[in-house]
C-alpha cells in the first residue's frame, strides 16, 4: 500500500527525476536574482542588499528552491517572498517552513488583490505555459493589474515568464516559429503593463532572425530568453524576463 506523504514531504522534490528540480533550472533561479540586481537598480536596495518589494512564485513542489536561494543570497526583506499554488498540501508545507513569508493557496488569477500581493515587485510566471499556445494573451491580461501596481510603487517590475518550447513539436510546430509567435504575443502583454511610455517589441525580446538558432536543440540565452533544458530527455523550456518601467 503507498505510504501517504507528510506535509513536510509535499516539498521534498528529487533531483535527478524532477523537471522543475535540477542544476539547468537551479542556474536558471540564480539567473533570475542577476537581473534583478544588475538590471533593476529600482528594486534593489544596494545599501542593505536587499530587494525592495515583494517576490511572487508559482511554487510546485520545487518552487522553495527559489526561496531557498534568495535567503542564501540573503536577498529578500523580511516576508519579501509571496508562495501561491493550488495545492494546499504545497502551501500548508512551506508555511511550517517559512511562516514569516507570505503564503496563497488558490488560482493566481483570484487572488490578483490580495492583501498578501500587495507590494509585489518580481512576478515569476513560472507556470510552464506551451509558446505560442495561445493562452499567453488571457494570462497577460489578468496580470496586468499586478504588474502595473508594482511599475506605480517602485518605478519598476521583473517580469519572468517561463514556457514550454519543445511542446510546439507535437503540434508540428518548429521551435523557432513557436518561440517567434510567443515573443510577439508576449511583447503585445508588456507593453499593455508598461503602457505608453514605452516601446516593446518582438525583436526587442527576440532579435530578428535569432529563433532559428534554437532548431536544433540550442540552450543558452536568445535575446531576452533563457532557453534550458532539465532533466535528460525532458523539453527544452523558454524563460523570458523583462525589467518594465
Ligand atoms: C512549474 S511549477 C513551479 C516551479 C517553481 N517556480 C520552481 O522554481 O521550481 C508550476 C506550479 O504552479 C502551479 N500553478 C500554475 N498556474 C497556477 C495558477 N494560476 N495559480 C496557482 N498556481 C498555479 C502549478 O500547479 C504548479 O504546481
Redesign the pocket.
Known amino acids: 500500500m503507498a505510504r501517504s506523504r507528510s506535509t513536510e514531504e509535499y516539498l521534498v522534490s528529487d533531483r535527478a527525476t524532477h523537471s522543475?528540480?535540477n542544476p539547468a533550472?537551479a542556474a536558471t533561479?540564480e539567473r533570475n536574482l542577476r537581473v534583478v540586481v544588475d538590471q533593476a537598480h529600482e528594486l534593489w536596495d544596494e545599501e542593505r542588499g536587499v530587494l525592495r518589494g515583494r517576490w511572487c512564485?508559482?511554487?510546485?513542489t520545487?518552487?522553495i528552491?527559489?526561496l531557498e536561494m534568495l535567503e542564501r543570497a540573503r536577498a529578500l526583506p523580511h516576508g519579501g517572498f509571496v508562495g501561491?499554488?493550488?495545492?494546499p498540501r504545497i502551501i500548508d508545507a512551506a508555511k511550517i517552513r517559512y511562516p514569516h513569508h507570505h503564503w496563497i493557496c488558490g488560482?493566481?488569477?483570484d487572488v490578483l488583490r490580495s492583501a498578501e500581493l500587495a507590494g509585489v515587485s518580481v512576478v515569476?510566471f513560472?507556470?510552464?505555459l506551451a509558446v505560442a499556445s495561445g493562452k499567453l494573451a488571457a494570462a497577460g491580461r489578468l496580470l496586468q493589474d499586478l504588474i502595473g501596481r508594482a511599475i506605480q510603487s517602485f518605478g519598476a517590475c521583473v517580469v519572468l515568464w517561463n514556457g514550454d518550447l519543445d511542446c510546439s513539436r507535437r503540434q508540428g510546430i518548429l521551435p523557432s516559429v513557436a518561440l517567434r509567435e510567443h515573443a510577439r504575443a508576449l511583447a503585445e502583454v508588456l507593453q499593455r503593463c508598461a503602457g505608453p511610455r514605452r516601446l516593446l517589441t518582438a525583436e526587442l525580446l527576440l532579435p530578428e532572425e535569432s529563433e532559428h538558432q534554437v532548431d536544433d536543440g540550442y540552450t543558452g540565452e536568445v535575446g531576452a530568453f533563457d532557453i534550458y533544458k532539465g532533466k535528460g530527455g525532458g523539453h527544452r523550456m523558454a524563460l523570458a524576463r523583462a525589467v518594465l518601467r
Open positions: 522543475f528540480d533550472k533561479r512564485e508559482l511554487m510546485g520545487s518552487g528552491r527559489t501561491v499554488d493550488f495545492d488560482d493566481l488569477f515569476n513560472d507556470a510552464y
